[in-house]
C-alpha cells in the first residue's frame, strides 16, 4: 500500500479556487493510477477525479467536469487537484487515493490506500 498524505484544502468564496495536493511514499508510484473522491457529511464518497499512471488519461464527475483538473508528477510522488469556479455543493473532505493498476477507475473499491482527508469549505 501507499501512504498518502493531501494539503491544500481551506475555506474559498463560492467561484474561488484551490490547488490540493497529494504526497506519497511508495518509490513506485507511478505504477499507481490516482484519484479524487469526496465526502460530504451525511453523505457517501463520491468520485470526483482520476488519473492513470503517466497521466495520459484523466477522467471525472460530469458534477466538475469543465471546472477541476488532476494532473500528477511522478518525480515528486505528487498528485494535484486543480479546482475553480467552486460551489457551495463541492463543499466536502477530498480524500486522495491509490489504484495499484495502470489504469483510472471511478470505482471506490479499485483503490486501496488513502489519505486522511482535506476539508474544503465553499461559502456563499
Known amino acids: 500500500q501507499v501512504q498518502l498524505v493531501e494539503s491544500g484544502g481551506g475555506l474559498v468564496q463560492a467561484g474561488g479556487s484551490l490547488r490540493l495536493s497529494c504526497a506519497a511514499s511508495?518509490?513506485?508510484?507511478?505504477?499507481?493510477?490516482m484519484g479524487w473522491f469526496r465526502q460530504a457529511p451525511g453523505k457517501e464518497r463520491e468520485f470526483v477525479a482520476a488519473i492513470s499512471w503517466s497521466g495520459g488519461s484523466t477522467i471525472y464527475a460530469d458534477s466538475v467536469k469543465g471546472r477541476f483538473t488532476i494532473s500528477r508528477d511522478n518525480a515528486n510522488r505528487a498528485v494535484y487537484l486543480q479546482m475553480n469556479s467552486l460551489k457551495t455543493e463541492d463543499t466536502a473532505a477530498y480524500y486522495c487515493?491509490?489504484?495499484?493498476?495502470?489504469?483510472?477507475?471511478?470505482?471506490?473499491?479499485?483503490?486501496?490506500?488513502w489519505g486522511q482527508g482535506t476539508q474544503v469549505t465553499v461559502s456563499s
Open positions: 487515493g491509490a489504484k495499484p493498476t495502470y489504469y483510472s477507475s471511478d470505482v471506490f473499491e479499485d483503490f486501496d490506500s
Open positions: 511508495k518509490r513506485t508510484f507511478s505504477r499507481y493510477a
